[in-house]
Each structure stands twice: as structure tokens, then as C-alpha cells.
């Protein structure tokens, strides 16, 4: 039998042509990826440490736009032909743990090598 309406125009058609634009327009949407930038003091922290770790230490001071590689505390001679923009200040590189920072449950030791005190 054959009748006089379109297929489109039946109801298991309709259900189908939805979906199937639904599909479509899901397919469709790719998801847009977006990357940061490194801020540029960032840029500049990383540069610093590798030309203080030349000098085999993981601290400096900026002042006056010299950078002063620091090792325990005892500021040594600056590094020739340097020069950076960053804000004076002492600076670290790496991952730095204070002296008094608390352990995690899981540690034993802390980064400077010293056992976990833990209160209980």
C-alpha cells in the first residue's frame, strides 16, 4: 500500500530525521582548545635559575637589576653580563620547603632532609 503522503511526513521518519540531526549537529561541535601563556616574570624566574644552577645554587636575590646567586644565605658575587626585570627580591628555584613547613601524613622526610616531626 502505498500512500499519498511523503515519508517524511510519518511519525517513525520524523523521530529518525531528528536524531539524525541531532547527531549531526553533536558531531559538529568539536571542542576548542585554548592554551595559557607562561606569564613573562615566569619566563624570567626560569631563565635566572638556570644561570644561578651554573653557579650551583637554587636561591638568588635581584637588586638593582644584578643577580646575586645565594648559597645558605651568603649572598656571592654577582653574575657577569646579567641582568633581569623582576622585582627586587630573593628568589628560589625548584620546589622549596620552608624550614618549618608542616609533613604530609604520607612523608617521612622533608625536601631539605630532615625526619617529619608529626603532632599528635
Not at 540531526?21 to 638556570?50: K, T
Not at 625548584?94 to 608529626?118: H, M, V, W
Request: one cysteine or more; glycine letters at 4%; proline letters at 5%.
Amino acid at each position: 500500500m502505498v500512500s499519498g503522503r511523503p515519508f517524511i511526513y510519518k511519525k517513525q521518519y520524523k523521530i529518525y530525521f531528528l536524531f539524525g540531526i541531532i547527531v549531526h549537529a553533536s558531531a559538529c561541535s568539536i571542542p576548542i582548545r585554548e592554551y595559557e601563556f607562561p606569564e613573562q616574570s615566569f619566563l624570567e624566574q626560569r631563565r635566572m635559575c638556570q644561570q644561578v644552577s651554573s653557579r650551583k645554587s637554587k636561591q638568588y636575590m635581584v637588586v638593582d637589576r644584578k643577580v646575586l646567586p645565594m648559597k645558605k644565605d651568603e649572598i656571592m658575587a654577582p653574575i657577569q653580563n646579567t641582568e633581569s626585570d623582576l622585582q627586587q627580591g630573593v628568589y628560589y628555584c625548584g620546589i622549596f620547603q620552608a624550614r618549618n613547613y608542616s609533613c604530609s601524613p604520607y612523608q617521612t622526610r622533608r625536601l631539605d632532609g630532615k625526619e617529619c616531626r608529626f603532632q599528635r
